[in-house]
Nanobody, 122 residues
Framework: VQLQASGGGLVQAGGSLRLSCAAS????????MGWFRQAPGKEREFVAA????????VYGDSVKDRFTLSRDNAKNTVFLQMNSLKPEDTAVYYC????????????????WGQGTLVTVSS
């Protein structure tokens, strides 16, 4: 499985950005696609994930009510709409793929994208 992420950039606090991640290769039909982020000097943090078969979404506490996941089934693509961005959202965002279809634990994600930088200025 290969992941291609895009959409990062610089935005002012309160603004919005949309990230996308396209999965290609032998994805199967039951998997989890998710986003994690890592800010300088901090540990990797779970952002959000979607279980593809059920369309269930899970969000990290720090982004609930501000970030929204959606998907394009036909293109195996997931979108992360980020609204009301804060300076503390500044990080490299990584798209990830878990073939087990259920878990959103980072260790279960086998494939990772290259990361896209999101910078939120105050």
């Amino acid at each position: 499985v290969q992941l291609q992420a895009s959409g990062g950039g610089l935005v002012q606090a309160g603004g919005s950005l949309r990230l996308s991640c396209a999965a290609s290769g032998r994805t199967g039909t039951s998997y989890v696609m998710g986003w994690f982020r890592q800010a300088p000097g901090k540990e990797r943090e779970f952002v959000a994930a979607i279980r593809w078969r059920s369309a269930d979404t899970v969000y990290g506490d720090s982004v609930k009510d501000r970030f929204t996941l959606s998907r394009d089934n036909a293109k195996n693509t997931v979108f992360l709409q980020m609204n009301s961005l804060k300076p503390e959202d500044t990080a490299v965002y990584y798209c990830a793929f878990n073939p087990d279809g259920v878990s959103v634990i980072a260790a279960r994600f086998r494939y990772w994208g290259q990361g896209t930088l999101v910078t939120v200025s105050s």
